[in-house]
């Protein structure tokens, strides 16, 4: 029976959840013991008077909402190591510099978060704790101002990189939720069976992915709906094998998951020569067997790749043939 109030949460953003008690309990476990580990390790340094901490300053309280990324949604993108260390450190950097020019706390701390989010989207490593670092910085007390560029090496980088370390370990002790996350992902290549062919998928069949994940997914239903119906429509689009294989060029096999791959051709013998010595010797770039290379015969190749791509800030698109 539906929900008579279907339309509230819809407007609130209250997702299902579809993770286990036990994951919750993980996630809350693991968001704890990281936190006290940071103040551990900062006490550590403090203690042995290797750091100028001006007024005793352990822990920022960026460092919580970054123990819920790194331990309730260790496989999101915000949550990476790339993420997490260079937007903090970066985010520090801009809010000592935005302090030390305008003094004035308006001003500098709104100039202070714009120039994070700024920075942090061209540099890859959008984190939005790193928001808070920096404002942290700018409405902080006299004494962390006396800290100045010190503020970078500590608290913040002694505190990444004990959060950091923190969440590998503790997450690796659940094959699940291995983080980083490529390290997941490369344990479930040995392990995820290959799909049948020809299957359309449906949002059900994402929801019930979501299910077996078991793990906090970062992104609305509504939002994976309009993800699966624009995927559909560049489907739509599909052709059949490249009519020619020509070097220098970048190919898909067209598959979906941990069996999709991008290889480029590298080099090619002349294409005068019999089918049997027309060969191609290329290199995988991305997806399956990444980094990997190999030779085969063109028309091997040809029938692997399922179309042309090209690469567009980082994203491989597929590539019409023209006539």
């Known amino acids: 029976m539906p929900n008579s109030n279907q339309p509230i949460r819809q407007w609130l953003g209250i997702e ?34 290797l750091i100028n901490a001006g007024d005793q300053i352990l822990i920022l309280a960026s460092m919580g909402a970054t123990a819920v990324l790194l331990f309730a949604v260790p496989h999101g993108a915000l949550s990476q190591p790339w993420q997490v260390l260079a937007g903090h450190l970066i985010s520090a950097a801009i809010g000592v510099s935005c302090q030390r020019m305008l003094p004035g706390m308006i001003l500098s701390g709104a100039l202070a978060v714009g120039l994070s989010v700024g920075v ?11 928001g808070a670092t920096a404002l942290a910085f700018v409405i902080g007390s006299p004494a962390l101002h006396t800290l100045g560029y010190q503020y970078i090496i500590f608290p913040i980088l002694v505190n990444v990189l004990a959060i950091l370390a923190t969440a590998v370990i503790f997450n690796g002790f659940f094959y699940w939720r291995r983080y980083p996350a490529h390290f997941n992902t490369k344990k479930r290549l040995t392990t995820t069976p290959t799909p049948a062919t020809n299957i359309r998928l449906t949002t059900e069949d994402f929801s019930a992915a979501m299910h077996d994940l078991d ?43 941990n069996e999709w791959s991008i290889r480029q051709v590298v080099d090619d013998a002349n294409t005068q020569q019999p089918s049997s010595k027309d060969l191609v010797i290329y290199k995988v770039l991305a997806g399956h067997e990444a980094y990997e ?31």
């Open 16 to 49: 299902r959840n579809s993770t286990s008690h036990a994951e919750k309990i993980v996630s809350a476990l693991g968001a704890g013991l990281g936190i006290a580990v940071v103040f551990f390790c900062s006490q550590y340094f403090i203690a042995l008077e």
């Open 120 to 130: 942090m989207y061209y540099l890859r490593c959008i984190h939005p704790p790193g």
């Open 215 to 257: 793990s906090f997914i970062d992104i609305t239903e509504e939002g994976i709906t309009e993800l699966l119906e624009r995927a559909q429509h560049h489907a739509a689009l599909n052709a059949p094998h490249p009519s020619k294989i020509v070097a220098g060029r970048y190919y898909s096999n067209g598959k979906i998951g």
């Open 293 to 323: 290379t190999g030779i085969c015969q063109r028309e091997e190749f040809r029938q692997w790749a399922q179309f042309e791509v090209y690469e567009n800030a980082g994203r491989w698109l597929k590539k019409r043939e023209t006539s």
